[in-house]
């Protein structure tokens, strides 16, 4: 079945960069695939969207311009390019996807924690 793993978390100083991988395995079609984060205290935030067919992508205001999303088709993976990091940007990140099949419904990675701190 779906399994969906990140990787590439970890401590950075502010304005700092990191890149965020999610490799997603099993047998599945893919609608789109995301980034959320979860700070204590807070609801969970969409922070990075792309839809699988043609690489269409979502960004809210707090991350536009500093974060990018981009996807490797062969490889199932979908990747978080986070620059100019703020301590604002501190939470766990989860990988989210919108599967089609087998069963319609979102998957969830296990989250990594991104710490911003001088």
């Known amino acids: 079945q779906v399994q969906l793993v990140e990787s590439g978390g970890g401590l950075v100083q502010p304005g700092g960069s990191l890149r965020l991988s999610c490799a997603a395995s099993?047998?599945?079609?893919?609608?789109?695939m995301g980034w959320y984060r979860q700070a204590p205290g807070k609801l969970r935030e969409l922070v990075a969207n792309?839809?699988?067919?043609?690489?269409?992508?979502y960004y809210p205001d707090s991350v536009k311009g500093r974060f990018t999303i981009s996807r490797d088709n062969a490889k199932n993976t979908v990747y978080l390019q986070m620059n100019s990091l703020q301590s604002e940007d501190t939470a766990v990140y989860f990988c989210?996807?919108?599967?089609?099949?087998?069963?319609?419904?979102?998957?969830w990675g296990q989250g990594t924690q991104v710490t911003v701190s001088s």
């Open positions: 989210n996807a919108l599967l089609l099949t087998p069963v319609r419904g979102e998957y």
């Open positions: 792309i839809v699988w067919s043609g690489g269409s992508t």
């Open positions: 099993g047998s599945f079609s893919i609608y789109h």
